[in-house]
């Protein structure tokens, strides 16, 4: 079995000073946890909580990079630039960039294949909306977002992919899935990925908070967490890590 990864997303959240003392609390926390542990910083804090964390065993993630390796883009950020920083992971098509930014199916397997070309592993974020779920469409839905991403990889290597669940519903409302719902979608991700699902994980993102986190992450093939809100605090986020292994 893989070791277990919890992945802490800040979001848009804090600022420099905030960034450096919230790594260092979770680093002081997480001492002697066994499952790998993952920051994500906004953007403009990854250099500096890289340096933070340097020689902790705790990696970095970027919440998201452009699709292009370089050139005439204003505003964007190249995979390459942030595992010049210290990345190892990205998180790849979260909802919120697909609502709220609208990045298609397309867009985010091509982020995906970015991702891997500059030798980092994409955390690749799938999860149905409410309305989805009530119309009985969450496997169509999450079905649909996995093909797009295993076809896009064609030969390339895939070894570590590590997929998110993440019911958009679940996300930052308190409303956490149910855990015959998360046992189910989970399964289906794994019978899904197949061969390319060797050595990777599945997280379950949502409304994970200490009191839950350990009924979660005992499930069959729920392998850890992508954590929002509970990752700004350091005892929660310490509390779930432990959960996990
Ligand atoms: P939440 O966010 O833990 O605040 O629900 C999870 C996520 O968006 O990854």
Sequence with gaps: MCR???????????????AVRLAGAIQALVVGCASEIVLSPPFPFLPLVAEKLAGSGIGLAAQNVAVDMSGAFTGEVAAEMVADVGCQYVIVGHSERRTLMGESDQLVADKVVAVLRA????????????EERQADETEAVVGRQLHQVLENLKDLPAAGLVVAYEPVWAIGSGLTARPEQVAQVHGFIREALGHRGDGGRILYGG???????????????????????????EESFAAICRAAG
């Design 119 to 130: 030798g980092m592993v994409p955390i690749v974020c799938v999860g149905e909306t409410l």
């Design 4 to 18: 277990s990864l919890v992945v802490g997303n800040w979001k848009m959240h804090g600022g420099r000073v905030e």
């Design 207 to 233: 409304s994970v908070k200490p009191d839950n986190a350990e009924a979660l992450f005992a499930l069959e093939n729920v392998d850890g967490g992508l954590i929002g809100g509970a990752s700004l605090d």
